[in-house]
């Protein structure tokens, strides 16, 4: 079974600092891909970024960072430079390989940037 | 980039009636497409996935009677609430992968049982 964790329900930053949304998974599988994806109020799932559990690099995407720590199964989302636009609900999901990126997903970190 | 289209984004319908939810993928082919249901500030939790050319797969506790899906050809998959009611009402959103790294969600549908 997969369980996705995410600790932190609501999280506030200032404009222009950055943040870290925390995400902690298990997993028995031993290839799964790991994904952020951003929905606004409007309720769309945005994809951020995307790490692979035999990647050795930690991914990044623009302002987007993942902190990749496998010993730890821990995939924090590092946002850098925040910006008012970046107010949102943030979930972390985990696929594991061969299921066609078939999500389970974390409760979610709602993210407030602060002017 | 790719794109995935689900269509209506809100629907309201009187108990007892079915609705129809598309999702198409409009530039790419999509062989399984997977649909989730959304609780007020909720997580999205997966209901099935959606195969081509076979019968979906539900997850446990997912009447496959109440949640009809058909997935007719590799960009169109629909999902049909039959004989809705009040609980039935939530936001569902479908989702394609077009590769291994990533997958894109349709914009969802807003379901409002009357």
């Known amino acids: 079974a997969q369980k996705i964790t995410q600790t932190q329900p609501g999280m506030f930053v200032q404009e222009k600092e950055a943040v870290t949304l925390d995400c902690t998974y298990d997993?028995?599988?031993?290839?799964?891909?790991l994904f952020w994806y951003k929905q606004p109020s409007s309720g769309e799932m945005i994809f951020l970024i995307y790490?692979?559990?035999?990647?050795?690099q930690n991914a990044t995407e623009g302002r987007y960072s993942l902190n990749f720590q496998k010993a730890r199964k821990s995939a924090n989302l590092v946002i850098s430079a925040s910006q008012l636009g970046d107010s949102a609900m943030y979930f972390c999901?985990?696929?594991?390989?061969?299921?066609?990126?078939?999500?389970?997903f974390g409760t979610g970190t709602s993210l407030t940037v602060i002017p | 980039g790719a794109v995935v289209s689900q269509h209506p984004s809100r629907v309201i319908c009187k108990s007892g009636t079915s609705v129809k939810i598309e999702c198409r993928s409009l530039d790419f082919q999509a062989t399984t497409m997977f649909w989730y249901r959304q609780f007020p500030k909720k997580s999205l939790m997966l209901m099935a996935t959606?195969?081509?050319?076979?019968?979906?797969?539900?997850e446990q506790g997912v009447e496959k009677d109440k949640f009809l899906i058909n997935h007719a050809s590799l960009t169109l998959s629909t999902l049909t609430v039959t004989s809705a009611h009040p609980e039935d009402s939530s936001f569902y959103i479908c989702?394609?992968?077009?590769?291994?790294?990533?997958?894109?969600f349709g914009q969802g549908t807003r379901l409002t049982v009357v």
């Open positions: 999901a985990m696929s594991p390989m061969g299921t066609g990126n078939q999500f389970y």
């Open positions: 790490q692979g559990s035999y990647d050795q």
């Open positions: 989702s394609a992968p077009p590769g291994l790294t990533e997958a894109f």
């Open positions: 959606s195969n081509e050319g076979s019968k979906a797969t539900y």
């Open positions: 997993t028995s599988d031993p290839s799964y891909g």
